[in-house]
């Protein structure tokens, strides 16, 4: 190797590291990572690449996906997203809907005037699960108890308690939360998830709620400060001979505003409970209980603690109904049918204006009210393309499907078949995917 190419190499890997850096997958599986100079109509890339002194020239019918690396700058989950009549999803906050034209500003494409026929609806209230703890990755922040300090301890990422003990911590949890744990034993299991619980309060009966988990089956209880035994919330048909592998994966639902739970187990939804006690648990601790006898070997790992926003599980749960009317669905389940007017700025929120079924006057329903509008007169969401094109993933949380891409001088441009031609921020693309392989024009000779 010759001191101008390690020269030129060195440099290109620098390059590597930088905002554009993208891993490119191709038709044979294989790899290559480097810098996207650019990109044709026909979707013939240019990579600057390390193991190359010159630029890479990759046919298009040869690169299959292009996944970029970290984003030059930050780019915020949209709370709002506009699902286009061919399926696609802009992440975008709605400004107005005025003569026939929805007006959008998206961070990933900027503003766009975009039909109302093509439009399907529009979703608000959208925010991402908040993390508030991951683990364990030691003890901190857990308190043992001392007559089981000794039961406890730490092995490959887990929880592990040979002998009976109980170890606790102060989550923080908030009004609605979730919770995810993996169990794993090795003989008879006996074990408690205690939560909701006031912090360090393993010992006399308070307010909170317990998932046990013995031979014989799995349940959720209801303990209370107030009244002896505890009263059943959920009983799951999971005894410890149902799983071969001797493990299981939990997840804890709870909405202490409406007294609601929900269990699912391995990743299927057990039920959605209310918990009949008056007196919510407005505890914001949580204990993991060992009560197996000596050499049970019980391993409880996976901990995640995340505050809920059930708008997610709103939103995929409602449905566009029948006939060629709009829709408005209110963010506790109201439902009206009639005519989306207009949308209008009013001290920087949003005012859905909504002629309803049921009266003469406009409905002014502000947008913290609004879970879903379905528009009418949009088609319902085609089924996507599989051949021809690509689709395009957004860091914004949009996604798209486009007939053609192109890189060039740190610009992209993208020919929707909706929207026709889009101006996209480079540094918005998080994935390229090719549907189909084109038949790629040749390579021009240089």
Known sequence: MNSDFRRCAAFLLGMVSSAFAAEITLQDDGKLTGEVASMDAEGNVELLSPISEKPLRIRGDKALRIDFGSAGKAFEPATERVELSNGDILAARVNSLADGLLNVESADLGEISIPRAMVSSIQLGISTKKVIYSGPKDFEGWTRDEGGAQSWKMEGGEFVAEEQGIISMDAGLPEKFIIRFSMKWSNYPNFQFR??????????????????????????F??????????????????????????MQVEIRVDRSRSHLQLFIDGQLQGRYTDPVPGIPSGTGISLVNRAPRQSDQRIGQIEVLEWDDSADRHRSEERGEGGEDSLIGRNGERLGGKLTSIRRDGGKAVYMFKSDFQKDLLAVPEQEVSTVFVGDGAKPAKKSKSGGMTLSLRGGGQMEVSSCVFRSGKVTAEHPLLGSLDIDRDAILSLQRRAAPKANPLPSR
């Open 222 to 247: 209801r303990e209370s400060g107030s009244k002896s035994g505890n009263i059943p919330i959920a009983v799951a048909n999971r005894s410890s001979g149902r799983d071969a592998n001797n493990s």
């Open 195 to 220: 939560f909701a619980e006031p912090p360090g309060g393993n010992s006399g009966r308070v307010d909170r709620y317990l998932l046990q988990f013995v031979g014989s089956g799995l349940g959720v």
